[in-house]
C-alpha cells in the first residue's frame, strides 16, 4: 500500500514538474510575430541571468522580473536595436552580474584565470612530493655487510 501511494505521488510530481518547464518562455503574449526577432530574443534571454534566480536566464525563469526583462528584450528588438546593443544596454543597466557569462576585463580578471592559477600552484606544491618519491634505489651491500646478515640469520 505504501509502495502505491509513493509511486502517486512520484507521478504527480513528475506531472506538475513537467507542465511547469515550458511555462516561462512560451507564453503567447510575450512571443513576437516574427520568428526571426523571436529567436533572437530567445538568443538574447539565454545570455542573461535573472536578478531574482539562482544562475538561471531570463528565458528560463518565470520570476516576474524575469518576464519584465523579456518584455524588454522583444521591445527593444522590435524597435530595431541589435542584439549586441541590448546586451550592452542590460550591463549599463543591471551591471556585469546580469551576464550569464561575463566578458574578461579588469574587473573579472581574476574569476577567469583563478581556476588556472589554483591549478598551477597545487601543481607545484605537489612536484616537491613527486621528487621525493622517485629517490635512487640503495646501494648493494658490501661483502662485509653479507656477512654480517649471514652470520645473524644462523646464528640459530
Request: proline residues 8%.
Amino acid at each position: 500500500m505504501m509502495r502505491i501511494c509513493l509511486k502517486g505521488l512520484l507521478l504527480l510530481a513528475i506531472c506538475l514538474y513537467g507542465s511547469s518547464i515550458g511555462h516561462a518562455i512560451d507564453s503567447p503574449d510575450e512571443m513576437l510575430p516574427d520568428p526571426v526577432l523571436e529567436q533572437k530574443a530567445q538568443h538574447i534571454g539565454q545570455q542573461l541571468r535573472c536578478l531574482v534566480c539562482q544562475n538561471e536566464s531570463i528565458e528560463e525563469s518565470s520570476a516576474p522580473l524575469a518576464k519584465d526583462l523579456r518584455h524588454i528584450v522583444r521591445q527593444q528588438l522590435q524597435q530595431g536595436r541589435s542584439p549586441k546593443n541590448i546586451t550592452l544596454w542590460m550591463t549599463q543597466r543591471y551591471g556585469e552580474f546580469i551576464r550569464l557569462q561575463p566578458r574578461f576585463s579588469a574587473s573579472t580578471a581574476l574569476l577567469w584565470l583563478m581556476p588556472f592559477l589554483s591549478l598551477m600552484i597545487g601543481f607545484l606544491l605537489a612536484r616537491p612530493l613527486w621528487a621525493r618519491r622517485t629517490s635512487p634505489p640503495p646501494a648493494p651491500l658490501t661483502v662485509e655487510e653479507r656477512q654480517k646478515l649471514n652470520q645473524f640469520f644462523n646464528k640459530d
